[in-house]
Each structure stands twice: as structure tokens, then as C-alpha cells.
């Protein structure tokens, strides 16, 4: 529609002055005389004559048109492709935004789903203090072997004491209801505190067994008596 506009009211511009041969306008030469230039431009560049004029003016009209139609087709498409960017763009959000719930979702529901007998069993057997061994404590004679860090005088009297517990336990002296329970787990309490009060003269290589030596007896006591090994001590 423009471009049939323009080219009618070029023609139209270029009827209305004279044709080709026609008289011109004269415009100055370089020299002392005077050419005719019929279409309006020197050999310098400048317009020379009425339809010169009109037909430049017509052709730089044109050309703006031209321009105005190309940059606001260059203008019209970066906004399609802006916006096709930022549609898929929040499509991308929201699809990453279910995609996190439904995780979420299932994990609660993974975290919160009743543990079976299998897991309570091996969460418990995790958390259970490992038993002293052989080299460690003598269910026969009942003989226990000291860690160093508790192999101190400030120690003495509570190692007799258990000792003497494990050296005379009976079939009857086990689980957390007995009285030798109570005992070794008063006493080991007691080494405890006072191996943590000399934290800073051990190594803690060596505080790190001793801790884990007086946990073994309370466990050791908290447990049933090893019924075949009385035995062979009696």
C-alpha cells in the first residue's frame, strides 16, 4: 500500500516538469558561461534545477519510508523473540517450581513413613556400644586389662571395685535391673568424670579408650551373664 503510494506521487511529481530537450533553468557554470543541466545535477552534486529537486526530494522521502519500515520490522521481531524468551522462560520456572514439590512431597512422605522391624533393628545395633573383648575383659575369670589412661593412682580405688564385681559375678549379676549394674554404672561414671577432668595429660588416642573401655563395662553389666563361661570358671 505505501510503496504503490510513494511510486504514484513520484510519477506524479515527475509529470508536472518539463521532459527531456525541454528549456531548463540555466545554473552557472565553473566558468564564465552558463549550462543546462535538464534532470537538476552539476558535476559537483548539488541540485540544479525544479525537477531535480523534485525527484531528490521524492527519493530521500522514499528511502525514509524505506528505513522506517525495515527498523520497525526489526523492532516488531526482537519483541516477538523477547517474548517468546520470557514465555519460556516462566515455563521453565514453574515446571522447576512442581518439579521441587514433588521432591519435597516425596521425601516427607519417605521421612515420615513408619520404620520397618528391619530399620529399628539396625538403627539399635548402630547405637549399641561395641562389647569389650577378650583381650579386654576375661568372661572366665573375669579379669579386665586397663587402657592406660586409667591405669592412674586417681583411678585405684575404682578399679578394684570393678575388679572385684567381675571376679565374683554370678549367673544372677546382668541387665539393667541387677545391683551389679547399678554398681559398674555408678563407677564407671565416676572414672569417666574424673578421665575428662585430665583431658589435657592424655592424648586423645588415649582418652578416646579409655571413654570407650568404661562404655564397654556398663554395656558388659547391662547385659546377660554369659552363662557358659561361669560355668567354666566354677
Known sequence: MKTNWITTAALAVFASYPAWGEDVTPIPSPGNGTIDVPFGMTDGGPVATDAGSGLYGMGKFARGVGEYNL???????EIEEARARNIQNHKLAVETWYDLKRQN???RADELAPLTTEQLTRIIEARRPERLTIAQYS???GKLSWPAALLGSAFASDR??????F???TSRDGGPDSTFYMMVRDTTDRMLEKLRDRIDQVSPNEFMAGKKFLVGLKYEAGSPANATALAMAD
Open 71 to 77: 527498523n520497525t520490522a526489526r523492532a516488531i521481531r
Open 160 to 165: 578394684e571395685a570393678l575388679e572385684h564385681g
Open 105 to 107: 512431597k516425596e521425601f
Open 139 to 141: 568372661p572366665v575369670t
Open 167 to 169: 571376679a565374683t559375678r
